[in-house]
């Protein structure tokens, strides 16, 4: 066995099993990088035999997922997690031994329900911290030692009645999928380059023709985000962190859809299974929204978050969150001027096959 020369530098890669998934949907995009040291032995006194310290090839780690991918349909990529836990689609399962007459035990899949989903759910979704943790990435630790993370409350609950969030009955408040903006009129994205009006123009710059820009602008700036989601500058937000519902059905059990709501309150497989969901109406017509006080965090304050809605059974679904960018207020009682928006819904496809993003609720990093 040869050492490498300790003079030169080599770098060994492979591309993982969800690299090579994005690279054939065409959506494979380098944007960070960062060095482990798992692997390495410090320890001077270690007693483990030389064989086991060396890797010369990189090689597939169940760690090398750390979140859970889906695809456009929004069905949960198979994601390595637990030998006792198999996703497939939007559904989970769990392993259990079943004694049968004349055979051995054999392994079963069993659809995870009840109180076994909750804690399997649990297990499923820990494991992207555990599998970050196994990274062992190499950092810097902060000169101030901030490295605990804390928030003020665990839980958010949200009173759904009919007058709020929908501002009285819900049956006005449905609309077809095919009535709903797509992406490209999309009023939450048109201030970004990609959903700009671009119309065709001439080498020296004249129009080329005539054309009408369809999109809707009225989320462009902060003014207009604060005013659709019922904030007003009497209103202040002191928290480090809003959660800011923009229609938000929580506790609400809710099927493949036929029909959403316009503003993206919630969708439902049919009128009739919308008028048995109506709930004793409460005069309240301000939009609820919670606040998350960061209480211990770093100083580069650096987050992830996933996002995920309760099915009917053993179906979860994986909402998608929208980067909606950086909005001046300058207006804000604490000088607190910049305000990140994102936006977390669920995008359908209409009957042009056209995405469109419906909107279930706004957070809003102050």
């Not at 609950?157 to 999928?177: A, C, M, R, Y």
């Not at 902060?222 to 480090?240: F, H, R, V």
């Not at 304050?301 to 929208?322: C, H, P, R, T, V």
């Not at 009682?333 to 990140?340: C, D, L």
């Amino acid at each position: 066995m040869g050492i490498l020369d300790k003079k030169t530098r080599f770098i060994d890669l492979v591309v993982t099993q969800e690299g090579k998934r994005q690279i054939a949907a065409g959506k494979l995009r380098a944007e960070f990088a960062s060095l482990s040291d798992c692997n390495a032995f410090y320890d001077e006194g270690e007693k483990d035999s030389v064989a086991n310290r060396l890797y010369f090839e990189v090689a597939e780690r169940p760690e090398n997922s750390i979140v859970l991918e889906k695809d456009d349909s929004g069905k949960i990529i198979n994601f390595n997690s637990d030998p006792k836990i198999t996703v497939l689609g939007e559904f989970l399962f769990t392993s259990s031994l079943a004694q049968k007459e004349n055979t051995s035990d054999l392994t079963h899949l069993v659809a995870a329900t009840g109180s076994q989903f909750t804690s399997v759910f649990a297990e499923l979704t820990g494991s992207s911290l555990k599998h970050f943790k196994n990274n062992y990435f190499i950092g810097t630790n902060d000169p101030l030692d901030q490295n605990d993370f804390e928030i003020s409350t665990d839980k958010i609950i949200f009173e759904i009645n009919n007058q709020q969030p929908f501002n009285g009955s819900p049956l006005k408040e449905i609309i077809d999928v095919d009535d709903a903006e797509p992406f490209f009129i999309d009023p939450k994205l048109t201030h970004l380059q990609n959903f700009k009006f671009l119309p065709p123009v001439n080498t020296n710059g004249s129009n080329y023709g005539t054309y009408s820009d369809v999109r809707s602008t009225s989320r462009e700036t902060w003014q207009d985000i604060s005013e659709g989601l019922g904030i007003s500058n009497s209103t202040p937000i002191s928290a480090d962190t809003n959660l800011l519902d923009n229609n938000l059905l929580s506790n609400v059990q809710i099927t493949p859809p036929a029909m959403a709501d316009f503003d993206g309150t919630a969708v439902y497989e049919s009128q009739n299974l919308l008028i048995n969901r109506m709930l004793p109406t409460i005069k309240q017509t301000s939009k609820q929204f919670k606040e998350i006080n960061f209480l211990k965090t770093s100083t580069d304050n650096n987050l992830l978050i996933q996002m995920y809605e309760d099915g009917i059974g053993a179906s979860f679904k994986k909402l998608d969150i929208i980067d909606a960018g950086i909005f001046e207020d300058p207006f804000d009682a604490e000088n607190r001027f910049e305000k990140q928006v994102f936006y977390v819904g669920k995008i359908f496809f209409d009957s042009f096959n056209a995405p469109t993003f419906i909107n279930i609720f706004t957070i809003i990093m102050d």
